[in-house]
């Protein structure tokens, strides 16, 4: 018997000497010290031995019994220290690496050119209006002293929309909305989308205006201008050339169109491209607005006068960054709207 328990006693310090992990080790202390394990047998044929020879004996099984306890704690020491080592080594963090770069969004060229074009009139004095992109006949030509089939309407190129709607070829009747719903004195702008069935590199089918307005009493044709010169010198140059010229709009009488000396060529003309050699570029339209708007929102043009003018946001966003295709605004390429 006493063979027996030496020969335990070394497979378990023997086992637990190559035992790597806590599960190998908890097996070894199972099959030696469990409740059906080696030892645990042993002991249970004490009964067999002599009364003379049990003390003796049952004092080596405690021993042994101690010296196995022991040897798994110290595997278990060596095992759990192997353990953390091996997953400090596996979720090692290298803080020196280089982090990824979130990719960071901009905002989208022709916002930049709204929110410049807004800021300065806001500057001015002007308040921001809306207006919905579906318009009825009324808003987007009737008022606006397009008469039903008159020649004018042709130029607008006009995306008609089911229960006799447009899409609205302009904002100018963000103008009517207001003045039917406010009185003068007005200082206002409105700016948004606006449709007309053309496109090529110059034209888009959705394309963005700005649209302002000034009603009061003694309301001139020198306010028009000094309130425009002024925001044009803001958005391009404080010194830059500023011309009226005569133009048409229904809505407007007189009309003129705003030019800027052209900067590419320092409105020099010849074989520049950017203002097709004439020393001039168009930035907007404009004029004093006529009589027949004022009667349509029931104003009396008697009492008061004002001007109103419109901007192509994709026009100046064009101009100013020198792109030469309108498309590129909406293509969604990112190497495209990362320059801006
Ligand atoms: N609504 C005109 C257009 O789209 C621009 C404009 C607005 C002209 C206001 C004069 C006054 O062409």
């Not at 004093?288 to 003018?309: C, L, R």
Request: charged fraction near 25%; charge should be negative; include cysteine.
């Amino acid at each position: 018997m006493k063979e027996d328990l030496e020969n335990i006693r070394a497979a378990a310090l023997r086992d637990l000497e190559t035992a790597e992990t806590e599960s190998a080790i908890e097996e070894i202390r199972v099959r030696y010290l469990g409740r059906k394990g080696e030892l645990t047998a042993v002991l249970r044929g004490m009964g067999k031995v002599s009364p003379e020879e049990r003390p003796a004996m049952g004092a080596l099984v405690n021993r042994i019994k101690q010296e196995v306890e022991g040897g798994i704690g110290t595997s278990l020491d060596r095992a759990r220290a192997a353990e953390r080592s091996r997953r400090v080594a596996s979720e090692r963090i290298d803080v020196t690496v280089p982090g990824r770069r979130p990719q960071l969004g901009r905002i989208h060229p022709l916002t930049q050119i709204t929110n410049e074009l807004v800021g300065v009139f806001v500057g001015l004095g002007f308040s921001v209006a809306e207006g919905p992109e579906v318009e009825d006949d009324y808003h987007n030509f009737e008022a606006l002293n397009f008469p039903a089939d008159h020649p004018a309407r042709d130029m607008q190129d006009t995306l008609f929309v089911e229960g006799g709607r447009v899409m609205r070829t302009h904002t100018s009747p963000v103008q009517i909305r207001v003045m039917e719903e406010r009185k003068p004195p007005l200082q206002v702008i409105a700016t948004g989308a606006t449709y007309r069935h053309d496109s090529d590199a110059t034209h888009s089918p959705m394309f963005h205006q700005i649209e302002g307005f000034m009603v009061d009493q003694g309301i001139t044709f020198a306010d028009l201008k000094g309130v425009l010169t002024r925001a044009v010198r803001e958005l391009f140059a404080a010194d830059c050339p500023v011309r009226l010229r005569p133009s048409f709009f229904p809505f407007t009488e007189p009309s003129a169109e705003l030019d800027i000396g052209c900067f590419a060529c320092g409105a020099a003309g010849g074989a520049c491209r950017m203002c097709k050699g004439t020393g001039w570029i168009e930035v907007l339209g404009s004029g004093m607005i006529d009589p027949n708007v004022f009667e349509a929102v029931g104003y009396d043009p008697e009492q008061v006068s004002g001007f109103a003018f419109g901007i192509g946001v994709e026009r100046i966003a064009m101009l100013k960054y020198e792109i030469d295709d309108i498309r590129l605004f909406f293509g969604n390429d990112l190497r495209f709207l990362e320059q801006f």
